[in-house]
């Protein structure tokens, strides 16, 4: 009888590696990581040890294909169901602009993602979902905000209006002498950073203003609440894309909505000349702009320079190097920048970094530009800043 169950138990196991090699199921049912081997046996998905994790915390009965035991019939359930007919089920309705999370995103949006599909099934198509702040494009409440000159982070109240097309915030003292800053939904970028703002819900807000870049760091003690306001962002971003580019298809405006940085971190960096001594910078590549920033911290509210990275036919290459004045800096991984202006070096404290940081100005230099980046390369260069 032993031996039986055995056999029973290798066969079925066989059965649920062959299903998870069906194109369908190959990948995560919530973040698409490829090769998932864990189970989840209530909706009957295919998912990641990352996305396990979650359903187990929402008490889903989570299985392991290859270290657990099979029953017979909760085998003929997985083939009966699989990650196409949950898609078809709690999938059905999910508007273009809400954010579906990679593999590599925080879990805050993976967590949010998982509780909209299944606990509150706002996407079935047969709910009041999605809520007023995604159609209505006017949504308001109150985000805890970092100082532009302080640690500390203050409540404040924020604005959402999609008629106006711009994101307000107000200090508490001042709410009734006008807002405190009108941000325009045409240059606005929103990114978690939970471990940049310290917080599991920190989201990153990114504007121009009098070209240049200025950073809010906000978050809320609710994950649904900064998850909503996230979306809600996107959703006004994604009708102003549409007004703006009325020839690109949907597919096509959805990454322009909101995007991630390429690389971020600390590096060294010194003067024009060279000579000067090396200092602590935090540097952040926005791809989607061309554009590596450096601030003194990585929370401040504005950058100190901005370099602007073109193409690689064009003059611009990055590469290796052991400067000459190194022995002024603390970190000995070198890296030299090169521009048709001008020549920058930057140390990195580790091999690693400096492989990262190398790799992700060279996919940016590949990348062709578009109008848009000309169009930025040249408000950059009249500003004549000394990086």
Known sequence: ?????????????????????QPENSVCADCGAPGPDWVCCNLGLFVCL?????????SHRVRSIKLDFWEDDLVEFMKSKGNVCAKAL??????????????????????????????????????????????TGFYEGTLWKKGKDKIQFLKRKFVLSRRDSVLT????????????????????????????????????LCYQCNDRTRNLYVYHESAEEVVTWFNAIRAARYVYLQDTYPTLSGA??????????????????????KTEAFKKRWFVLDAVSRKLLYFKDQLDAEELGVIFIGLENKGYSARRCIPKHSKWSKWKCGITLETPARKYVFMCEQDREQIEWLDALRDVMSTPMSPEDY????????QRRTI
């Open 169 to 204: 915030y107000f200090n508490k003292e001042d709410e009734f002498k006008g807002p405190k800053a009108v941000i325009p939904i045409k240059d606005l970028n929103a990114t978690f950073q939970p471990e940049k703002i310290g917080h599991p819900n920190g989201l990153q």
């Open 1 to 21: 009888m032993k031996t039986c169950v055995m056999a029973s138990s290798g066969q079925n196991e066989r059965v649920l590696l062959e299903l998870v090699k």
């Open 50 to 58: 990352n996305c396990s994790g979650v359903h187990r915390n929402f």
């Open 90 to 135: 709690y999938e059905k309705a999910v508007p273009p602009y809400y954010y579906r999370p990679q593999p590599s995103d925080c879990s805050v949006l993976r967590e949010q993602w998982i509780r909209a599909k299944y606990e509150r099934t706002e996407f079935n198509g047969e709910t009041k979902y999605p809520p007023p702040a995604y159609t």
């Open 252 to 273: 096509e405006l959805v990454p322009k909505i909101t995007w991630n940085f390429l690389k971020q971190g600390y590096m060294e960096k010194t003067g024009p000349l």
């Open 375 to 382: 169009t930025t390369a040249a408000t950059i260069q009249l």
